[in-house]
């Protein structure tokens, strides 16, 4: 009987938030890679299965620093830190383990021309073996979606209204994450400027005008797009450009029906439709949601590894 071939290490840099928990429980059932290394300076030394179940018995965090990392002879590495906080990370594994796979959750990279930008649906005709990769926003996946299969036709600003459950304030306690307050309010914030917005319009090349809001339930996020259009369309052509686009993605579907964030929640799928058109052709709404911790995070980082590793995309996920 031959042995089953060897699964490749992965460690996870910053583990403690949402997107690390989501990451864990999808890493434990991934056919070939192996959870090595889990980082946590507040659970130095505790073992990983008393908070995540998921997770392999006998693994424990550790608190290590970047150099040491490096040295641990991972094949993949996801950064899972804040903002502005990866660079010493990226520094260490160019310098002693260059080859290794880095995937990075943050904003740090997403407008690094040097780096895969990864929303497979849109971009993996772009990857070539760039064994580095930036996962894009969650609210930035959503929009692109929305707007991509239009942007040909766009006559002007696309205004882009989101909202979001309250994990996507991280665990970091503040008022956008906080049940209580958020009880019976919708609360906006970033409303200009937000680094979403800069990040689909320097994707996208169009100007993208984002307004955010967080809602009162835990996770799921949806995006209402009105794009203004160069010329009348008719709903069918509409309907053609989004199947054109998507029609085999396994992990997108389009649907006539105005998607509800609820139907994604706990899903890797995001859904596009909702399609409505202006009397006179000229201006269409789009609704756009999916799981900002799955689709929005984890699931799509697990769909780029696959990616870098030359796997099926979907392996691990469906």
């Not at 021309?113 to 926003?137: C, D, H, K, M, V």
């Not at 797009?225 to 509409?238: C, G, S, V, Y």
């Not at 799981?291 to 799509?300: E, F, V, W, Y």
């Amino acid at each position: 009987m031959n042995a089953p071939p060897k699964r490749l290490r992965i460690g996870l840099i910053g583990a403690r938030g949402y997107v690390g928990s989501e990451l864990i429980r999808l890493l434990a059932a991934h056919p070939a890679l192996e959870l090595a290394y889990v980082g946590s300076r507040e659970r130095d030394g505790l073992e990983v299965q008393r908070f995540e179940p998921a997770a392999p018995a006998g693994l424990h965090y550790r608190n290590l620093g970047p150099l040491d990392v490096a040295r641990e002879a991972l094949d993949v590495a996801v950064l899972a830190l804040p903002n502005g906080l990866a660079a010493p990370w990226i520094e260490a594994f160019d310098r002693i383990r260059p080859d290794t796979l880095l995937l990075d959750l943050s904003a740090d990279y997403r407008f690094d021309a040097g780096w895969y930008y990864g929303l497979p649906e849109l971009t993996r005709s772009a990857y070539a073996l760039q064994r580095r990769i930036s996962n894009p926003g969650c609210y930035a996946t959503a929009m692109q979606l929305a707007v991509a299969p239009m942007r040909d036709a766009l006559a002007g600003a696309v205004q882009c209204f989101g909202v979001s459950g309250y994990s996507g304030a991280g665990t970091t306690p503040s008022d956008k994450n906080d049940p209580v307050k958020l009880k019976d309010n919708l609360m906006p914030y970033g409303l200009v400027g937000h680094i979403h917005e800069r990040e689909v319009a320097a994707r996208m090349a169009c100007d993208i005008q984002f307004m955010p809001h967080v809602a009162p339930h835990f996770r799921g996020l949806s995006i209402t797009a009105n794009l203004p259009l160069a010329r009348a369309f008719d709903l069918d052509e509409i309907r053609a450009r989004y199947a054109g686009c998507y029609g085999n993605e396994p992990l997108l579907e389009v649907s006539d029906a105005v998607p509800w964030t609820s139907a994604v929640a706990g899903t890797p799928k995001a859904l596009v439709g909702g399609f409505t058109l202006a009397a006179d052709g000229r201006r269409l709404v789009v609704i756009s949601v999916l799981d900002n911790l799955l689709k929005g995070a984890a699931s799509q980082a697990l769909q780029n590894i696959n990616l870098g590793l030359g796997l099926p995309e979907t392996t691990g996920i469906l």
